[in-house]
């Protein structure tokens, strides 16, 4: 009976080694699972610090493109308002300009007047002139020929 009842708690304390033995795999098999998990979760959060690090860098180079767009726009925001004035005193001489070739066109075409008058006066002087030396001329000989006509004396 003893060896019955020893053989009986053999077979039972095999059982139970069996039965640790199994749990024990459960467990080592748990803990590769959780053990793979936890490389997982690392791999995962080095990615993100790393998507985190490019994104924060992007974000850093944006801010310096924005800077640098800002600067450029008010710059020629400050060039427009110089072109502006430039342009606006380029339009004022132009009109300046432009009364005084108006002006100048008045006074050249008073000035031809003038021209033609003086051009008239001095053709008519010069007719009244011609017609005085043919009068005296006619005169001239009118008196040379009486005074070389004999009626006279």
Do not use: C
Not at 1 to 27: A, W
Not at 51 to 76: C, D, F, I, Y
Not at 88 to 111: F, P, V
Request: glycine share 2%; hydrophobic share 35%; proline share 1%.
């Amino acid at each position: 009976m003893e060896v019955m009842s020893l053989q009986d708690h053999e077979r039972q304390l095999k059982f139970e080694i069996e039965t640790l033995r199994n749990q024990l795999e459960e467990e080592r098999s748990k803990v590769r699972n959780y053990m793979d998990q936890v490389r997982v979760q690392e791999e995962l959060g080095t990615s993100v610090r790393l998507e985190g690090a490019t994104a924060k860098s992007q974000l850093r180079e944006l801010e310096g493109m924005h800077t640098s767009a800002n600067v450029e726009n008010s710059q020629l925001r400050r060039d427009k308002a110089l072109l502006v004035d430039h342009v606006a005193e380029l339009q004022k001489q132009m009109t300046l300009k432009e009364d005084e070739i108006l002006r100048l066109r008045n006074h050249i075409h008073t000035l031809q007047g003038d021209v033609d008058r003086v051009r008239s006066a001095t053709l008519l002087e010069s007719s009244i002139q011609a017609q005085k030396w043919d009068e005296l001329q006619r005169l001239t000989r009118s008196l040379s020929a009486r005074s070389l006509s004999p009626d006279r004396y």
